[in-house]
């Protein structure tokens, strides 16, 4: 049984921020960061007290985590940014809530002695004797420490205390991987022997001038080396632990959504019967219930949305889910009497068809238009509502101020211009969309075609596609691009309006103009011509979309068993890789910009894209993939590739990426890759060799062992492989939470069917096998599949728990 941590976290907005500028605003924006390792950067949102962000991220961590923390800052043109405040949730904080935190919280001052990380190795040992007594402390290496002085370093020491004795170890410069492997010792009283006290090490950065920085204590209770005399291990660093709190949000709030999900996972062998009934329901449907439409009952609104990205995973791992989706739009359809609320609702189908159009990058490809950038370069004032056109903002011509009317006339003109390049995108798009979901789409207009077959309901066929197409993904990606990755910064207020008034058309395409000139927006009507245009162009488009053979996809989804095979890329982009050939060059001046291909054999790379001579890393080959110190190069946001050759020589290979989030996705893209090397190794050096010793760690061998532990972090996203246990698993938390109601579903099912008769025999059965019996309902198999999986989980519980016990008594 292993154990899966994952951590969702959405930064929604931030209110009432302290102003920072000298205009009376700020630039404000969020770091997130585990255990001190930073995960994500928002975007800078410019001059507002009052952000909105709406930034989600998905963290799997198989180590693990302690704490959680996000630091607003604001971003300065010149100089450095300055620090608004932070946020720190701990682990446990974050588990104890079953839904998750979904709230407002106050940001704190961040306070230095606050501000820790690393660990210590420690060796501890009581002497006693006849004559007198003592307390030993090797203190062996500190890794990863906090940088306190402005070259990224620290010059640190570490001071032995106990009662009222102390000792201190010399003080290494320039490092935050310090190797002391000194021995410092305390001559103790026969009295302090039997007093309840604790042993602290304390580890400082020395200043010449001022004050030493703290960087971290431990503190080990004196009974400890009573009840072991010798002890030794990796401490983590605590902070001191000031009690001064915030005065009551007087720096602002952010509204946090965080959910940690930690699951032990059973062996596949396991999840076998509850695949069986899913796979079931699509292959063999009936008229009666089964076991989706009853997951569909027992799951709540809040978590339908996680439930159908899990089946959605499920059924592509089963190469079923082109049947997995028609199973799903034909309840939806059938159940529906009114046309115009079909899939309006948050239904399983609604949602499960959004995930799934979420696993291609097509709607991705689509979007990434020369047209977005444009928009967000022009910067163009453009206004239709008359209650909101200011003339003040418009740019005064050569011909004087620009009347309404003029404002007007040429909004129009410029949205016309926007929308047309964005509806041509769109439609001439058929050939990229991919066969499998052209396939879904066909389905679905025959569903709906045979359901509506009325004179007046000719185009609802075509609403129930453009409605996921154009009112769940389009205009939403109109709306806000850096959402949708489409930009890295979110727009100004001058062209947040641009792109409202661009989405409020695409919309209205979307609905194929049924409901032009119906609402209260009636300015928009300059723009109905063009509206009506796109409508005819969209219906053509959706008549090509589904002219495919099913036939064609059907051999392509039927083995599919994730999303990565060979000859996919699974990301691409320029980076700049370091020159290590050739005369050695300024830091600055050694990284060359190259492109990079990504695909699970193989990291490519080449001058350009169309470059001829490229040169190949094999991903079997890497063994670690880690973040380098800003102070090995003076430069931000470098990588390092460790790879082994068949001698079993390592070679790094240093990236420099544009931010912290490119760094970041490219880190997590190669380690899911290369997840199940055996070559992987447990600790690196994130300095660099040079001058004849490492810049980290200070070490002159250049194959002596890292100074840091390697690390496992990885974002969440629609490329990672598929994982059927992890998934199955997920649904079989959800039908725990609706046992009650499957067991009232199954009450009724036996008294309209066995009324007065005994029951189909279940009690006593051990095993899947004997627990599901012919005649039984939909939810007693559900629930027979759920005790058997619970017994399996309290089983390798306890047998983890007896090998804990032994290796402690041991």
């Not at 060796?123 to 906090?146: H, M, Q, Y």
């Not at 058309?505 to 979307?510: D, F, H, P, T």
Request: some cysteine; glycine content about 4%.
């Amino acid at each position: 049984m292993t154990k899966n941590t994952s951590l969702y976290f959405r930064i929604v907005e931030g209110r009432n921020l302290p102003a920072k500028d000298v205009t009376g605003a700020s630039d404000p924006y969020c770091i997130v960061k585990v255990d001190n390792e930073v995960v994500a950067r928002t975007a800078t949102v410019w001059k507002n007290l009052n952000p909105f962000w709406g930034e989600e991220y998905t963290l799997h961590l198989p180590m693990g985590f302690h704490s959680l923390s996000f630091h607003v800052m604001d971003e300065d043109t010149i100089g450095h940014d300055d620090v608004i405040g932070k946020i720190t949730l701990a682990k446990d904080a974050i588990g104890s809530q079953a839904k998750g935190l979904d709230s407002w919280v106050n940001l704190t001052r961040v306070d230095p002695d606050e501000e820790v990380q690393g660990e210590i190795h420690l060796c501890l040992e009581l002497l006693k004797d006849a004559e007198k007594a003592s307390v030993r402390c090797k203190v062996i290496e500190a890794r990863d420490l906090a940088p306190r002085d402005i070259s990224g370093t620290s010059d640190p020491f570490a001071r032995f205390i106990f009662n009222n004795h102390s000792a201190e170890t010399s003080i290494i410069k320039k490092t935050r991987f310090p190797h002391w492997d000194e021995t410092l010792e305390l001559d103790l009283d026969p009295e302090e022997l039997h007093e309840d006290g604790t042993i602290t090490v304390e580890v400082w950065d020395w200043d010449m001038v001022g004050k030493n920085d703290f960087l971290g204590k431990v503190e080990i209770p004196f009974d400890c080396l009573h009840k072991t005399p010798h002890l030794e291990s990796c401490f983590r660093l605590q902070p001191l632990r000031n009690k001064e709190a915030d005065a009551s949000g007087k720096l602002g709030a952010l509204r946090l959504k965080v959910r940690l999900i930690e699951d032990h996972i059973l062996p596949s062998v396991y999840y076998q019967p509850l695949i069986h009934l899913l796979v079931e329901s699509v292959v063999s449907p009936t008229e009666n219930s089964s076991a989706l439409t009853l997951l569909e009952e027992v799951t709540t609104v809040e978590s339908r949305q996680d439930v159908a990205m899990t089946l959605v995973k499920i059924y592509l791992g089963q190469g079923l889910v082109v049947p997995f989706l028609d199973y799903l739009n034909t309840r939806e359809v059938q159940h529906t009497t009114d046309p115009n609320t079909l899939f309006r609702s948050n239904s399983l189908a609604s949602k499960a068809m959004e995930q799934f159009m979420k696993v291609t990058p097509f709607l991705s490809a689509i979007m990434r238009i020369p047209i977005i950038n444009r928009i967000f370069d022009e910067k163009k004032y453009i206004e239709l509502d008359p209650c909101k056109i200011n003339l003040n903002r418009r740019r005064i011509s050569f011909k004087g101020a620009m009347s309404e009317e003029e404002v007007r006339d040429s909004s129009v003109e410029m949205l016309q211009d926007y929308l047309s390049s964005i509806t041509e995108s769109i439609t001439g798009s058929v050939a990229q969309c991919p066969p499998v979901m052209r396939v879904t789409f066909k389905q679905l207009h025959k569903r709906v075609e045979e359901q509506f077959t009325e004179p007046e309901n000719e185009d609802v066929k075509y609403l129930a596609i453009s409605g996921f197409f154009f009112l769940r993904f389009f205009a939403p990606a109109i709306l806000t691009p850096k959402l949708f990755q489409l930009r890295e910064q979110h727009a100004d207020t001058r062209t947040s309006r641009t792109l409202l008034l661009l989405a409020k058309a695409l919309q209205s395409v979307g609905n194929l103009g049924l409901q032009l000139g119906q609402g209260k927006e009636q300015w928009m009507e300059p723009l109905h011509p063009i509206i009506r245009l796109s409508v005819a162009k969209v219906k053509d488009f959706l008549d090509k979309l589904i002219d495919i053979d099913h036939d064609i996809v059907e051999c392509g989804i039927k083995k599919k068993q994730a999303v990565f095979t060979s000859s996919v890329t699974v990301k691409e982009g320029y980076l700049h890789k370091f020159k290590t050939e050739g005369p050695q060059l300024l830091s600055r001046f050694a990284f060359k910009k190259r492109y990079f291909w990504l695909t699970s054999e193989t990291l490519t790379y080449a001058k350009t894209p169309d470059w001829q001579v490229r040169s190949s890393i094999p991903i079997q080959c890497v063994c670690a993939v880690e973040r380098v110190d800003e102070n090995a190069f003076q430069q931000q946001n470098v990588m390092q590739l460790i790879t082994q050759n068949n001698d079993r020589q390592l070679h790094i290979i240093y990236i420099q990426c544009k931010n912290v989030n490119e760094l970041n996705q490219w880190m997590s893209a190669i380690r899911k890759v290369s997840i199940y090397n055996e070559c992987m190794l447990p600790s690196f050096h994130p300095g660099t060799h040079r001058s004849g010793k490492w810049t980290c760690c200070l070490q002159a061998d250049r194959t002596v062992t890292g100074c840091s532990r390697t690390h496992s972090v990885t974002l969440g996203d629609w490329s990672d492989p598929l994982d059927p246990d992890v998934e199955t698993q997920t649904i079989f938390k959800q039908l725990i939470q609706g046992r009650d109601k499957l067991r009232s579903v199954d009450k009724t099912f036996l008294e309209n069917n066995y009324f007065g008769c005994a029951r189909c025999p279940t009690d006593g059965a051990k095993s899947t096998v004997n627990l599901i019996k012919p005649g039984m309902s939909a939810a007693a198999r559900l629930l027979a599949v759920i005790e058997d999986l619970e017994r399996a989980h309290a089983t390798f519980q306890r047998r983890e728990n007896e090998n804990d016990a032994s290796v402690i008594t041991n």
